[in-house]
């Protein structure tokens, strides 16, 4: 879902990298395999100890970064657009693409419609939703505009409301629920530095600010920022003002250990081809059983009775090789444990950003608290809150260091960077992002 604009702005620095670094990217060929002649890994034998302790291990998470073929000399930290297939996946895509594409109509017709019920209750499984509650999507995106645009809730003289984090795609769906009804959009400001307590209280002074509030945007963890709003204690802040919540979930399923029971929401646009690394065009739509009335049928979709959330996403043909990938990644996800993913996701971060936090120059924009952080950490340094100095510092790091970055627009303060690490990534990967940015920095 995030981040389509990277591929019209990849341009800005990729192109002034270097001569060495270009003959590099030309010449050098993927990194090798770490498998057998057979395409088996080994098993990754993952220590039974705390994820805490896990997150730090070295030697373990080299293992899993040998089940990642990725592109040398280019250091990826913008893990955030999409999740890399580990090589497992990637082999498991490649499969189906040739089922599929081999058996043609009759597996379509036969054998898949089976096949992506087995897939939904498996998605449904992981995420804590009744099969019933969830349909498949192409990506949160899809999922999100249509739970917005056929939101019924709202009518003229009420309001939807969203902040100026949430995902840009998103806040025009919104103002679209506005024209086509007649409510006034309310936005609000997500407080710069952020804690758990003036959050809520921002949250629970605009709901009051706001009395004909219908419908609340909420973005679990944020594109721009990496921010984790505490999303249970806010819907509960507007379900008792008889607000509808509508959650974008796009970055959190597979980067942290949650359920949908500890988000308690009504609508959830979620993808599954970030953080668990399903083939790009992977996501999921979920309606609370309860709420399943509030979201008009697609485009008076008759396919599905309207007692059934499928009549609320039509997407036509699905690709079949992408939603029968998708069991794959969730076991290879499995192997590893999202507690421990999530422990050395953020440890990653830490990293890189305890070294920089103190730094004359430097803003981090993301709270160190763990419970509103993971992978994601954006920073911008002092003055430099337009989208021409942020474009500047992308491109100095990739062809100065190698570290592939990206920035971030539509904050109120202002534009940022942002750094997003892996599974693929090291210690040493977060070391010289703490590097360039001090390098940067003190040029002034």
Known sequence: MKDAALLSAASVGAGALNARSASALSASALSAPAHDAHGEFPPLDRPDVSPEVLASDEAFW???AARYQVKPAVTNMEAGFFG???????AAYH????VANRDSSFFARREYPALITAVREKVAAFVGAKPTELVLSRGATEALQALITQYNGAKSGDTVMYADLDYNAMQWAMNSLAQQTGATVAKIEIPEPATRENILAMYDAALKANPRTKLLLLTHCNNKTGLILPVKEIAALAHAR????????????GQLSLSLADMDC?????NLHKWIGAPVGAGAMYIR????????????DESAPISSIDSRLHTGTSNFAIVMT????LDFQATIGVQNKSARLRYLRDRWVKAVRTVPGVDVLTPDDPALVCAISSFRLHGRNTREPNQAITKALLDEFGLFTFWRTGLAKGDCVRVTPALYNSVADADKMARAIKTIAARG
Do not use: C, Q, T, Y
């Open 242 to 253: 008889n607000v509808d919540v509508v959650v974008d979930a796009a970055h959190s399923f």
């Open 95 to 98: 499969r189906h693409i040739d």
């Open 62 to 64: 080299k293992r899993v």
């Open 84 to 90: 890399m297939m580990s090589m497992p996946v990637l």
């Open 266 to 270: 009504d609508f959830v646009g979620l």
């Open 289 to 300: 059983e309860s709420k399943l009335d509030k979201i008009d049928r697609m485009h008076a």
């Open 326 to 329: 998708i069991p794959d990644a």
